[in-house]
């Protein structure tokens, strides 16, 4: 049996097993948007946030983490009597299962990526949320994780696909590019010899004249 809550906000599901038999398969049939809730040192339900696509750890508002951690600590029995508790959250691909974990235990492969928050008692804020439960009593889990999956590899095609035609413009323009530069270096090319042939052509011209000049000069003199 699973328990699903509608955040405040109206954007988000949130979502717990009802006791360690359903943590267990929360844990290992999570989804990659999933972001686990648990109260620090404390027994506690597992609480998910099931964020949206590409949104990180850290773009969790102030407003979702406090429906998240005040529904945490309302199903602790020792924390939801207490004035405060911490609690620590972090994604459900971060958790870490082994063999010799009791039910409802977790690790984390990288501790580093773990966050934790000071919360107090927010009655108001968990009555809300548990107007919008909802109870399932056999989610598909698996099912629904295998679906999510075929639909990431799909989406990495997509993007791959999408790479490929973008590099493929890239390298049409890029021999574009390299043609237009060959061009205006044939053209610079043909410009310097043009420029050639006309320094030459000015060079004849003025021997001719000069020489022309020079005879002019010596019919003068014999005449003379």
């Known amino acids: 049996m699973v328990y699903y809550f509608t955040s405040r906000c109206g954007e988000y599901t949130i979502y717990m097993g009802r006791d360690k038999y359903e943590n267990e398969d929360l844990i290992k049939y999570g989804l990659p948007e999933d972001v686990w809730f648990h109260v620090d040192d404390l ?26 951690c005040s529904l ?3 199903n602790s029995i020792a924390g939801c009597k207490m004035n405060s ?18 039910d409802g235990a977790v690790g984390y492969h990288r501790p ?22 909802v109870v399932e009593d056999n989610p598909d889990l698996w099912k629904l994780q295998q679906d999510r999956e075929r639909e990431r590899i799909a989406e990495k095609k997509e993007v791959r696909k999408e790479q490929v ?11 574009a590019s390299v043609r237009r530069m060959k061009v205006k270096e044939d053209q610079q090319t043909q410009d310097i010899l043009d420029q050639i042939e006309r320094t030459k052509l000015e060079n004849l011209n003025i021997s001719d004249d000069d020489e022309e000049s020079f005879g002019s000069e010596g019919e003068d003199s014999l005449g003379f």
């Open 43 to 68: 027994s506690s339900a597992h609480v998910y946030m099931r964020q949206k696509k590409n949104e990180k750890l850290d773009d969790i508002s102030p407003e979702l983490l406090l429906d998240c």
């Open 72 to 74: 945490v600590k309302a």
């Open 85 to 102: 508790v911490y609690v620590v959250y972090t994604r459900w691909k971060n958790l870490k299962k082994t063999n010799s974990m009791v």
């Open 112 to 133: 580093e990526n773990v966050r934790r928050m000071s919360i107090g008692k927010n009655n108001p804020v968990v009555n809300a949320l548990n107007k919008t439960k």
């Open 165 to 175: 035609a973008e590099q493929a413009i890239k390298e049409k323009q890029r021999k």
